[in-house]
């Protein structure tokens, strides 16, 4: 075994968090058992006020895995599942794993082509989502390998009362499918089961394939991620280490979704896995996550930027009781040092004894690889690693590590590091490199810079830094400047196309309520960007949205504002085109003009006459030649 001698300057920083840890070896599902066995009595997670206890979990799991046993699915197989955050996603979930598949997991209100797409990259054989996206799995399913079509629909999971309601309301819109479909509903799925008397269970070790997540990566580009049992226990293991305050019945706010790894990896089977308690969010909004909270008292929170933006402006929070709160983390997204500030004070005014908690990491590796320690604070920075978790800065692209305090990009290493990317071993090869320190290195295509004492601060994405007059910006700072303002809500920046400059920066506001979107507005914010920013980071121009675009995850999209961008400027070639073409045509004409009025016969002089009386008026036909000479024309057409 190739000895580790990667530097570990964190290592007499962390507090109460062990540097290193025994890790589980079996699977997911084994995970979950071993800890139903032990808090028999402790709820796994509730749904929309229905408690669901470790036990029936585990029983409803086995049943599930019975029938999809009985259906066909074997080790190996990929099974995709587009669900919320509901009972049949976690059933689904943990008997994929249970039989020895791989969980396939997609946003459910992706578009039509995208599941095609997500489907046939990963070759599931069989897919579970709700009723009300049933037409949208059927439409492309001749263009797929898939077998079989799980329906499941909320409802089933709800108790009496809840379900009349729910009928009434969110039931009644959704459309009724034939009776004839060619699908399997949950109800009857589950059911199959029964008939299965074989063994349905196999055996997996801790480096066997469990889930595929899809990220971007570094290239932009759609792949699918190939993670493995342990790199989700691992993950448990380690967010439970960098948390000692908790405890077996602590209750997690699950409002990011599943197919999301902070959603999966954090808010779900961390909890599970480590004898918490879910409290499970079909469908976000900052109103029922409010509620929610106070309604079931929680201990941990955790979401994007934009989810806690929204948070402090809700009027239902006035007044709210979060004391009960043990730990509040902020990660897919940078958090800005402003919002950290308002959510910190928001938190204190409430009764909450603690500080919002940033944490760091990629799809790549689950999602989190370090977080800010309980114990010891550093405005900007994203934390110190987990335990077992190795983060270095070097040359972008290179294994060259920069010094403490050099900006450069991010490399971490770990237990909860992919397997590959799926069907795409040249970007595993890219990605995934091995150095002579003896560990197995992601590169993130992030830009950070690490300090001496082992902290962490994320800088930028590398693709998003914008280069502007030979001079890197980087949005995210130009964003915690703006947000800084009074009249700011939200802000995106981001480089546009310049022939000169390269790019030039832009800004994009949402204002607070009761500020208006005039010219005196934006004076005032650009007035305001002169103190803080330097002349070459100045946002050329601010624009002003009600709104601004949110990925399906929650984040500001600002690839989306980029396109739009582009797609202007693009246009605004075209129209110029058109009109240089114009100006060329009407310039040629007007040469051809010139040229023909030049080769006109000159008029004849007439013979000299003795000059007109002083009073005498000039004679019409002399008036009339006068006006049509040559040379009077060619400065018309001069001065026009």
Not at 274 to 294: D, E, H, M, N, W
Not at 408 to 417: F, M, N, R, S, Y
Request: hydrophobic share 35%; proline share 6%; glycine share 8%.
């Amino acid at each position: 075994m190739t000895e580790i001698t990667a530097k570990t300057p964190w290592a007499g920083h962390t507090g109460d968090v062990p540097l290193h840890l025994d890790y589980f070896d079996g699977s997911m599902f084994e995970a979950l058992e071993l800890v139903a066995k032990k808090y028999p009595r402790n709820i796994a997670f509730d749904f929309m006020g229905k408690p669901t206890t470790y036990p029936q979990m585990i029983e409803e799991i086995k049943k599930c895995a019975r029938s999809l046993k009985t259906i066909g699915v074997r080790a190996g197989d990929k099974v995709t599942i587009a669900m919320p955050n509901c009972p049949q996603a976690i059933y689904m979930f943990y008997a994929v794993n249970l039989v020895g598949g791989i969980a396939n997991m997609i946003h459910p209100l992706s578009a039509e082509k995208e599941i095609e797409f997500y489907l046939n990259e990963s070759e599931s054989v069989t897919a579970i989502t709700l009723d009300q996206f049933y037409n949208k799995f059927e439409s492309i399913r001749q263009n797929t390998k898939v077998v079989n079509i799980i329906i499941a629909s909320v409802k089933d999971e709800l108790s009496k009362p809840v379900r009349a309601g729910y009928m009434l309301t969110e039931g009644r819109k959704i459309a009724k499918i034939p009776k004839d479909a060619p699908v399997i509903r949950w109800k009857e799925f589950m059911n199959m089961g029964k008939a299965c008397f074989w063994n349905y269970s196999v055996r997996r070790t801790g480096d066997d394939p469990a889930v595929i997540l899809y990220s971007g990566g570094t290239t932009g580009t759609t792949k699918g991620i190939v993670l493995t049992n342990k790199n989700f226990n691992a993950l448990g293991q380690q967010v439970i280490a960098a948390n000692p305050m908790f405890n077996p019945g602590d209750k997690m706010l699950a409002a990011m979704p599943l197919f999301h790894g902070f959603g999966l990896g954090v808010c779900v089977h961390t909890m599970l896995s480590q004898g918490g308690r879910c409290i499970l969010v079909p469908r976000f909004t900052a109103k029922s996550y409010a509620k929610l909270i106070t309604k079931y008292h929680c201990n941990f929170i955790a979401g994007v930027p934009t989810l806690y933006e929204a948070l402090l402006r809700l009027p239902s929070m006035e007044g709210a009781d979060l004391s009960s709160l043990k730990g509040v983390f902020s990660g897919g997204d940078s958090l800005s040092i402003e919002l950290k500030k308002k959510l910190d004070k928001f938190l204190y005014a409430h009764g909450a004894p603690v500080q919002v908690r940033e944490g760091y990491g990629t799809t790549e590796t689950v999602t989190a690889c370090c977080l800010t320690p309980p114990h010891m604070f550093k405005e900007g920075s994203i934390g110190l690693p987990f335990p077992d978790t190795y983060i270095k800065i070097v040359e972008p692209d290179t294994d060259r590590e920069v010094p403490y305090g050099q900006e450069g990009e991010i490399l971490l290493a770990g237990p909860t590091v992919m397997k590959e990317y799926m069907n795409n071993p040249e970007e595993t090869a890219q990605t995934l490199r091995t150095h002579a320190d003896g560990l197995t290195w992601v590169y993130t295509g992030d830009l950070g810079m690490m300090d001496e004492e082992g902290f962490i601060y994320f800088r930028q994405r590398i693709k998003r830094m914008i280069v502007t007059n030979g001079y890197n910006v980087y949005p995210s700072q130009l964003e915690n400047i703006l947000d800084g303002h009074d009249y700011v809500h939200l802000s995106c920046v981001i480089g546009v196309k310049d022939p000169i400059k390269i790019q030039r920066v832009k800004a994009f506001v949402v204002l607070k309520p009761g500020y208006q979107p005039t010219e005196a507005c934006k004076k005032e914010l650009l007035d305001y960007c002169r103190k803080h920013i330097a002349k070459y980071a100045m946002p050329s121009d601010i624009e002003f949205r009600e709104e601004l675009p949110k990925t399906l995850v929650g984040k500001v999209a600002y690839r989306v504002l980029e396109e739009e961008e582009n797609a202007k400027q693009a246009q605004k070639a075209v129209e110029d085109a058109k009109r240089a073409e114009e100006d060329a045509k009407r310039a040629e004409a007007a040469k051809a003009e010139k040229l023909s009025a030049t080769k006109k016969p000159a008029a004849k002089k007439p013979a000299p006459k003795k000059p007109a009386h002083p009073t005498a008026k000039p004679e019409p036909a002399k008036q009339a030649q006068k006006a049509d000479t040559p040379h009077d024309g060619q400065n018309n057409d001069i001065k026009e």
